[in-house]
Nanobody, 123 residues
Framework: QVQLVESGGGLVQAGGSLRLSCAAS????????MGWFRQAPRKEREFVAA???????RYADSVRGRFTISRDNAKNTVYLQMNSLKPEDTAVYYC?????????????????WGQGTQVTVSS
């Protein structure tokens, strides 16, 4: 059974930083692409960042230069370092994992989802 468990969310002031973690179990972690998505209140879920098996990355324009996605295959974990946070980054952040190696920006590129972790940025 595949499980993705996020952690690291919380409340932070604008300009601050947080690091999210996603621990994966039940799949060949070294194989699939991994991604982060987020959903703000009254908005659709949107792509944030993705990383390939080999470490290639992709970012949404809104977070490029402020967020960094990385992975540690030995620990079966993917990270999202978030710096210079803004109130508009407030959302529930979801970790996603795919059966394939394609690190896309669409929800349908991914097969597994975590439960989400809340990030709140105060102004």
């Amino acid at each position: 059974q595949v499980q993705l468990v996020e952690s690291g969310g919380g409340l932070v002031q604008a300009g601050g930083s947080l690091r999210l973690s996603c621990a994966a179990s039940g799949l060949t972690f070294s194989a699939p692409a991994m991604g982060w998505f987020r959903q703000a209140p009254r908005k659709e879920r949107e792509f944030v960042a993705a990383i390939s098996r080999g470490g290639s990355t992709r970012y949404a324009d809104s977070v490029r230069g402020r967020f960094t996605i990385s992975r540690d295959n030995a620990k079966n974990t993917v990270y999202l370092q978030m710096n210079s946070l803004k109130p508009e980054d407030t959302a529930v952040y979801y970790c996603a994992g795919g059966k394939s190696t394609w690190y896309g920006s669409r929800e349908y590129d991914y097969d597994y989802w975590g439960q989400g972790t809340q990030v709140t940025v105060s102004s």
